[in-house]
């Protein structure tokens, strides 16, 4: 007998509702339908993001391919009980869901997992949330395998080499101050980002650091703009990183605090106008196991003369 339902609803505009009769894994129920749900869930996930090295096979059986997958997906994601079970209201699942649901790339076709039912709706209020799918789409085990496991989206999408994971955010604009004396200097930085589920709206991340500096002058100076040309770069998850953790879901406060590490070069002419580009490690210990990492570069105004820059920081506020 199924459980009551349980609804997802951290993306407001793409709640989700889950179903299972019971968990998946070594002596648990293993219901045909759960089991399909997990696996086609797992087979979403690099190896590198805890999915399995070769996919598995979607059939609702639940043997060793599978918990040995469970467990080294609850292993690289530091699930605290890496028990190789998966229950509906267990961390492992919500880890699935959220994170998946995040990059709008759940299972389709799966009915034990669905937009919330009108029932539930109505229990909570949930206004213009997508509706159970009717029977006919719901896809046998063999057209799940046929079809990627039922999935609309292909496998997590990389970037600039295999093992960098895009997680949702992408930098839209950025403005800065730098300023060095000697072989010391600091920043002020504003970073301008937006997250794929919440397209057009802007979050803006303040972030200051220090370090050292190599100028061709004594002193340095250099301002970028938000509205200056530039050319920004997607956020990229580190799945080598000692740090792993959860991704960053469409929450800016979980940037707060995090650490920060910024290398810019840049060069102005005599003009005062120049540019400049910036690699920006983000989390775990900056520049050595970095959680994220993106890159910016675009115009900048400042003191004539090329000039290196490491800073260490943080990220202390957004709005």
């Known amino acids: 007998m199924a459980s009551f339902p349980l609804v997802f609803n951290e993306i407001p505009s793409r709640p989700v509702q889950l179903t299972m009769n019971g968990g998946v894994g070594e002596n648990e129920m293993n219901n045909p339908q759960d089991v399909i749900l997990v696996q086609s869930l797992l087979n979403r996930f690099s190896e590198y993001d805890g999915g399995p090295q070769v996919d598995i096979l979607v059939n609702g059986h639940c043997g060793f391919d ?28 919500r880890s699935l869901i959220t994170r998946l649901n995040a990059r709008d790339g759940l299972p389709k076709g799966l009915p034990n997992l669905t937009g919330p039912s009108m029932q539930v709706q109505d229990l909570l209020n949930i206004k213009s949330a997508p509706t159970q799918p009717s029977p006919n789409f719901v896809l046998t085990p063999e057209q799940l395998n046929q079809s990627g496991h039922g999935i609309s989206f292909p496998k997590t999408s990389t970037s600039w080499s295999r093992g960098n994971w895009y ?7 950025s403005g800065s101050l730098s300023i060095s004396l000697g072989h010391a200097g600091g920043i002020i930085m504003n970073l301008y980002m937006e997250h794929d589920t919440q397209p057009g709206i802007q979050y803006c991340f303040q972030l200051a650091g220090a370090g050292i500096s190599f100028s061709v002058l004594p002193a340095g100076w250099d301002t970028s703009f938000s509205e200056s040309k530039s050319f920004n770069s997607q956020l ?14 469409p929450n ?7 650490a920060v590490n910024l290398i810019s070069l840049g060069a102005n002419t005599p003009m005062l106008t120049g540019w400049s580009g910036t690699l920006l490690n983000l989390g775990g ?23 290196f820059n490491a800073f260490l920081g943080a990220i202390v506020n957004w709005t």
Not at 252 to 258: E, L, N, Q
Not at 292 to 304: E, I, K, N, S, Y
């Open 236 to 249: 990229i998850r580190m799945p080598t990183s000692l740090w792993m953790g959860p991704d960053p879901y």
């Open 285 to 307: 210990i900056p520049n050595l196991f970095p959680n994220l990492r993106a890159g910016v570069t675009g115009l900048q105004f400042g003191l004539p003369g090329p000039e």
């Open 66 to 93: 599978t918990i040995s997958t469970i467990r080294w997906y609850q292993h690289k994601n530091f699930i605290l009980m890496e028990d190789g079970h998966i229950r509906q209201r267990g961390n492992t699942m």
């Open 167 to 173: 997680v949702g955010w992408k930098i839209v604009s």
């Open 252 to 258: 800016a406060a979980s940037f707060v605090p995090m």
